[in-house]
T-cell receptor, first 113, second 113 residues
Framework: KAGVTQTPRYLIKTRGQQVTLSCSPISGHRSVSWYQQTPGQGLQFLFEYFSETQRNKGNFPGRFSGRQFSNSRSEMNVSTLELGDSALYLC????????????FGPGTRLLVL | GESVGLHLPTLSVQEGDNSIINCAYSNSASDYFIWYKQESGKGPQFIIDIRSNMDKRQGQRVTVLLNKTVKHLSLQIAATQPGDSAVYFCAELESGGSYIPTFGRGTSLIVHP
C-alpha cells in the first residue's frame, strides 16, 4: 500500500496570506490527524477527522481549520498567516479500530515571511 | 530524556554500541506507549509499542521497557547502525480516550561510523 502523501512538500507564504495543505491517507484508513511540528514546541496536535467529521481538536486558534472528504482525503487551512506559523505540518492516518497507531506522511514545510 | 526549550537532548554513540533513549511521561492514566523515529526530511515512523500490562517488549534490534511506578519509558537499540541516526519520540495515550497521542520532545541519536 502507498503511504500517507502530503502536498505540497514545501511552501513559502507571506504574513496575512492563507494556505491550504492536502493529505491523502493510506487506502482504507478513515482517521486523519494533523500536527504542527516546530523546534520550540515539538509535535502539537491540531485536529483529527473521522468519516468527514472533526472528532478531536487541539488548542490552536480558529485561524486553523480543516475538513475531510468522503474519500478520507483531508485538507487543512490556515488563514491570516503569522510568522509563528512557520513549521512542518504533518498528517497521519490510522486504520479503523487501531486509531492509536498513526502512520505519518512526510509533512509540508511552511515558511511564512 | 526529554527536553525543555529549543534544544533536543543528544545521544552520540559509536556504530555497534547499544543505545538507550529515555522518556518520562506525564499522565499516570496513560496505558499505551509508542516510540517513533523521525529521520531528517521525513515524518515520524512507528518503531514499537507497549501497553501498560507489560514491562518489556522486544522487536527487531529494539526493546522497550516500561516502568509505571516512576512513569518512565526507555528504548534500547542493539548494535546501533548509522542508519539509526534520527530523532526518537515517545508518545503516550490513554485507552478509551481520544486516541490522540501526547508526544515527548524527542532525543537526537547520532551514530558515528
Amino acid at each position: 500500500k502507498a503511504g500517507v502523501t502530503q502536498t505540497p512538500r514545501y511552501l513559502i507564504k507571506t504574513r496575512g496570506q492563507q494556505v491550504t495543505l492536502s493529505c491523502s491517507p493510506i487506502s482504507g484508513h478513515r482517521s486523519v490527524s494533523w500536527y504542527q511540528q516546530t523546534p520550540g514546541q515539538g509535535l502539537q496536535f491540531l485536529f483529527e477527522y473521522f468519516s468527514e467529521t472533526q472528532r478531536n481538536k487541539g488548542n490552536f486558534p480558529g485561524r486553523f481549520s480543516g475538513r475531510q472528504f468522503s474519500n478520507s482525503r483531508s485538507e487543512m487551512n490556515v488563514s491570516t498567516l503569522e510568522l509563528g506559523d512557520s513549521a512542518l505540518y504533518l498528517c497521519a492516518s490510522s486504520p479503523a479500530g487501531r486509531e492509536e497507531t498513526q502512520y505519518f506522511g512526510p509533512g509540508t514545510r511552511l515558511l511564512v515571511l | 530524556g526529554e527536553s525543555v526549550g529549543l534544544h533536543l537532548p543528544t545521544l552520540s554513540v559509536q556504530e555497534g554500541d547499544n543505545s538507550i533513549i529515555n522518556c518520562a511521561y506525564s499522565n499516570s492514566a496513560s496505558d499505551y506507549f509508542i516510540w517513533y523515529k523521525q529521520e531528517s526530511g521525513k515524518g515520524p515512523q512507528f518503531i514499537i509499542d507497549i501497553r501498560s500490562n507489560m514491562d518489556k517488549r522486544q522487536g527487531q534490534r529494539v526493546t522497550v521497557l516500561l516502568n509505571k511506578t516512576v512513569k518512565h519509558l526507555s528504548l534500547q537499540i542493539a548494535a546501533t547502525q548509522p542508519g539509526d541516526s534520527a530523532v526518537y519520540f515517545c508518545a503516550e495515550l490513554e485507552s478509551g480516550g481520544s486516541y490522540i497521542p501526547t508526544f515527548g520532545r524527542g532525543t537526537s541519536l547520532i551514530v558515528h561510523p
